[in-house]
């Protein structure tokens, strides 16, 4: 049995181009798919957050809507509440690499806040890509990749091709015009080559030791290559 780490979001808000909020967290399904998954094959998973505050859910990713209808959005509560590890956090600052087998980070607009600017999680990210093991990002989780800053200025991940939320999923979701930036459109300016599929479709893209996902439906096989490179 090895140790995941799941680094989640602590930001609750997301602030907008024009000062005011959106109200967001973690996405549910992204955080509950990889969880049951590698719980499934034997894993321990532990949680980390900045600060160690628990993980706030955006309660739009518990809605039927967002879930296929009601049946779906019940069982992905129900897992949610399994999920015991999300109610006693680490501290993200606290966190040494070496502990873990592979490292994982679910999205929802929350990395957009929080770890796009948080330099513990861009130094464990960088400390995770160089050493080989596995790191599964999901859907706006790749907004911490942003933090992911060496010394000469360049972003660690630069020439990685990611899957990540896309300008196209964020105009249909009725965000994309008025958010402070896009996803897609930061990474590329970093030298991260966002290589994307058609909207809401799963599509997980695998560079060296980095696995990505671009949207809550390629959570689940995200997960799943994960599990076979552990």
Sequence with gaps: MSKILFVVTGADRLTLADGTTH????????AVAPYEAFRA?????????PGGV??????????????????NADRIAKALRSFTEL???VRLEDVRPDEYAAV??????????????????????????????????????????LAAVRADGTNAFAGYEVAAFTNEEETQGGLAGK????????????GV???????????????????????PASSAPLAEELLKRL
């Design 87 to 89: 109610q006693r956090p």
């Design 179 to 190: 958010v402070k930036w896009l996803l897609q459109d930061r990474l590329t300016e970093a």
């Design 23 to 30: 109200p967001t967290g973690f996405w549910a399904e992204e």
């Design 41 to 49: 094959a034997g894993h321990e998973v532990v949680v980390a957050t």
């Design 193 to 215: 080559r966002v290589r994307a599929a058609e909207p809401w479709a799963p599509n997980v893209v695998t560079d060296r030791n980095l696995v990505t996902g671009q949207n």
């Design 104 to 145: 994982f980070y679910p999205g929802g607009h929350g990395p957009m806040e929080d770890l796009a600017v948080n330099p513990d999680s861009g130094r464990l990210l960088t400390e995770v890509l160089e050493s080989g093991k596995p790191l599964g990002v999901v859907c706006h989780g790749p907004a911490a990749l």
């Design 54 to 71: 628990v993980p706030p859910v955006d309660q739009g990713s518990l809605t039927p809507e967002m879930n296929g209808g009601r049946e």
